[in-house]
Nanobody
Framework: QVQLVESGGGLVQAGGSLRLSCAAS????????MGWYRQAPGKQRELVAA???????NYADSVKGRFAISRDNAKNTVYLQMNSLKPEDTAVYYC??????????WGQGTQVTVSS
């Protein structure tokens, strides 16, 4: 079992920044990758950014150049730095962890609201 606890969401004006954190605990030794997904009202959940255990990163086209994912292995924490936020970034952001066998764990979600 893997437990994920997210923090850092909130309300920000367009052009502002937020940093999300996701702390992992439990059976984290077999994680292949961790990442962030988001789901806006009426839309499907989509990948925002992911980082593998080896440090490779992947971003949605809509956030490239604005968001940055990183991890602190000592703290078992993944971060999502979000800059130049836009109203269309408004969504519930979920932390995700995937094991080597492909099983996915999810955090409880944190709301990010960007006002215009």
């Amino acid at each position: 079992q893997v437990q994920l606890v997210e923090s850092g969401g909130g309300l920000v004006q367009a052009g502002g920044s937020l940093r999300l954190s996701c702390a992992a605990s439990g059976s984290i030794f077999n994680l292949r990758a961790m990442g962030w997904y988001r789901q806006a009202p009426g839309k499907q959940r989509e990948l925002v950014a992911a980082i593998t255990s080896g440090g490779s990163t992947n971003y949605a086209d809509s956030v490239k150049g604005r968001f940055a994912i990183s991890r602190d292995n000592a703290k078992n924490t993944v971060y999502l730095q979000m800059n130049s936020l836009k109203p269309e970034d408004t969504a519930v952001y979920y932390c995700n962890a995937e094991t080597l066998l492909g099983y996915a764990y999810w955090g409880q979600g944190t709301q990010v609201t960007v006002s215009s």
